[in-house]
Every structure is written in structure tokens, then in C-alpha cells.
């Protein structure tokens, strides 16, 4: 299959979607606003700080979007690993039409793959573009589980999350680095003393950390067929096994051939930061006038712990504390 049979033609808009357009454009103006990262407004919508095109992508969603049993949505708090995510759950799905030698991750950034959902729901202002792509689809979002019509988390339907989350300290620091890159150019960069104090009142895009986990991960717990938490450290440092749990939570298990013929070694291989790093696509700079965020600024480093390069031990420690407040008696933690 190559990337251009993956998406299809866009259709005339229509005027449901219009509906919802103006409903947005009356809301935003009620809502509590904070300053962004690297966009103008962050605005509180249903209790996460969201810039106003996420706002419009959920509430498009919510008013317009049919699900499928087969539908599998790659969620994460921005920083998590959804590079990384979006790239093994492609080749997971389709590793049986591509020849790793030339596979569509070696030509095309994931974000060309797994489209950003909240952002395509509205292209071109009608979901005729969504409705197209061809089942299973793969969808990559930020929005808050709690954001997602009943339609799509109920147990009766059957479309699926896999979720994907990483040490607070960690996200904070590559959220930093990628916020400077982005803001325009004359406007000051942000401090890490001030993108601190952001984080931890939770002013950050699509709301706080610790939230956007805390409602995967209750999902999870309530749902474990519809939705898969996992660690960006869990798959740094298992990374087999982690395909694997994968493979099996989307019903589509490895089989013995495929063990033998090390598949999942392949797709790893495929999908790891020196490999993905080192791709012609994700190497230059593909910024441009309607696109400021180049497929580069998605390489940093891609470690575990690096924010001790960059925070103090005062701010790492308030940092695991929130995390074990907000994450005590929930069963979750990053030890
Ligand atoms: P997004 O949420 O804005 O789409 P996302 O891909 O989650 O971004 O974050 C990029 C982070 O994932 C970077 O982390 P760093 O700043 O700490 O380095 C990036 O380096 C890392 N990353 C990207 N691809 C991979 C990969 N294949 N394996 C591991 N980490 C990766």
C-alpha cells in the first residue's frame, strides 16, 4: 500500500459542520483564558487549558464523527512518545503489506500516517476526509478522554485507545524545548522557571498532566479492552514485549511464523529513535508558512531522564511530589 491509497480525496464541506463552527466561535469568549506555550490562548474547557483549534476539533467530534468497531485512537498528553506511538501502532497494523526495507516510515513522518484526528475532523470543514480513510482507521489525538462522546467510550462501542504516557519531569523538559522552537520569531523564548510554574498549575496544552493520565488510566482500569495505558520508560526498556501487549490488546496477536521471522525485532528496529531520527524526512526542515512545526522538531533526544539536565533539585522534587499526590490510591505510578 503506498501513503497516497492510505488518504482520500476531500468532498464539499458541509453545513452541520457550520453549526458547530459557530457554537465554538460563541463559546470561546465565555471561557476562562490563559496565555500559551507557543500559541496566542490557552482557553479552560471542561476543566483542561485547550488552545481554541483542539476546542473546535472536540466539539466537531463530538457533534459529527462515526465511530467504527475497528477504529484505534493513538492518545497521549503532547511529549509523551506519540512519534513513537503513532510509528509502532502503524507498523503493527500493517506489517503485513510493507517490506521493512521500504516502508512507508522511511519516506514519510508519522504524523503523515496516523493524522492528528482533532485537526483533520474539520479539514476542509466537513468530516468527508475521515469518514474515507479506509478501515482499520488510525487516528492520533491530545484531547482528554473525558472530551470523547459516550459513542466512542462506552462499552458498546468497539473502537479502541492505546494511550501512552512518561515521567512528568521528562515532559515538562522536552514540552520546553519544543515550545521555544516554535514561538514566532521577536517573541522572547519562555524560561524554564516560568514554563515550570505553568505546568505544575496545569496551564499547558490540553490541560494538566496529571489529569490527561488519571482519565486514561480510570479508563483503562474500567475498560481494559477498549483502552491500553502504557509507559514511555516501560517501552524504552522492553520494548519486544511492549509490541507485543500491543499486538494483543488491538486483537491482532503475532503469529509463531511471524515470531520466527522476528517481526516484532523488526518493527522496533523500524521504530526507534536512531533509526527514525536518521530518516531523510524527519532529518530536514520541513517548516513552512502554513506549517511552522518541521517533522525535525520531533527528534530531540528521545531518553529517559534527561530533565536532570535541566531542573533543578527543587523543581524536580515539587514536580514528584504533585505526581505522588495526584496519582496516590489510583494504582498508578512511574516507579
Ligand atoms: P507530540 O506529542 O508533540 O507529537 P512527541 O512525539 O510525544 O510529540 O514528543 C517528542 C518526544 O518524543 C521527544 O522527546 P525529547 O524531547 O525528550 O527528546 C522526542 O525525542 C521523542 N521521540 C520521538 N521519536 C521517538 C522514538 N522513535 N523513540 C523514542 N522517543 C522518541
Redesign the pocket.
Known amino acids: 500500500m503506498e501513503t497516497s491509497k492510505i488518504f482520500p480525496s476531500v468532498e464539499t464541506p458541509d453545513e452541520g459542520h457550520q453549526n458547530t463552527f459557530k457554537n465554538c466561535d460563541e463559546l470561546l469568549p465565555t471561557l476562562p483564558q490563559s496565555k500559551g506555550w507557543w500559541v496566542d490562548q490557552l482557553f479552560q474547557y471542561q476543566g483542561f487549558w485547550i488552545h481554541s483549534l483542539g476546542i473546535r476539533g472536540s466539539m466537531l467530534i463530538n457533534d459529527h464523527f462515526k465511530p467504527r468497531p475497528t477504529d484505534i485512537i493513538v492518545a ?1 498528553s ?7 506511538l503513532r ?1 509502532l501502532l502503524f507498523s503493527i497494523i500493517n506489517r503485513a503489506s510493507f517490506d521493512f526495507n521500504r516502508h512507508p516510515l522511511r519516506k514519510a513522518n508519522p504524523r503523515e500516517l496516523v493524522p492528528f484526528f482533532e485537526g483533520i475532523i474539520h479539514k476542509d470543514g466537513s468530516t468527508s476526509f475521515v469518514d474515507g480513510i479506509p478501515s482499520p482507521r488510525l487516528l492520533s489525538t ?1 484531547l482528554p478522554y473525558s472530551l470523547f462522546p459516550t459513542r466512542m467510550t462506552d462499552d458498546t462501542s468497539a473502537c479502541r485507545f492505546v494511550y501512552i504516557c512518561r515521567d512528568p519531569k ?1 515532559v515538562l ?2 514540552k520546553w ?2 515550545a521555544n522552537k516554535l514561538r514566532p520569531k521577536g517573541v522572547p523564548p519562555l524560561s524554564l522557571e516560568e514554563v515550570f510554574d505553568l505546568f505544575c498549575k496545569g496551564v499547558s496544552h490540553y490541560g494538566s498532566f496529571w489529569d490527561h493520565v488519571l482519565g486514561y488510566w480510570k479508563a483503562s482500569l474500567e475498560s481494559p479492552k477498549k483502552v491500553l495505558c502504557l509507559k514511555y520508560e516501560d517501552v524504552k526498556k522492553e520494548p519486544l514485549g511492549c509490541v507485543r501487549k500491543v499486538a494483543n490488546f488491538l486483537g491482532v496477536p503475532f503469529t509463531p511464523e511471524e515470531e520466527n521471522k522476528e517481526i516484532v525485532e523488526e518493527i522496533v528496529k523500524l ?3 536512531e533509526n ?1 531520527s536518521n530518516q531523510d524526512v524527519n532529518k530536514s526542515d520541513t517548516r513552512s508558512q502554513e506549517n511552522p512545526i518541521s517533522n525535525s522538531d ?6 529517559v531522564g ?1 530533565w536532570a539536565n535541566h531542573l533543578s533539585p527543587q523543581m524536580s522534587e515539587i514536580l514528584d511530589q504533585i505526581t505522588e499526590q495526584k496519582f496516590q490510591g489510583t494504582g498508578f505510578s512511574f516507579h
Open positions: 497521549t503532547p511529549k509523551c512518545g506519540t512519534t513513537w510509528a491530545h521528562d523538559v522536552s524545548h519544543f521504530c526507534s529513535f527514525m520531533f527528534f530531540r533526544k528521545g531518553e534527561d
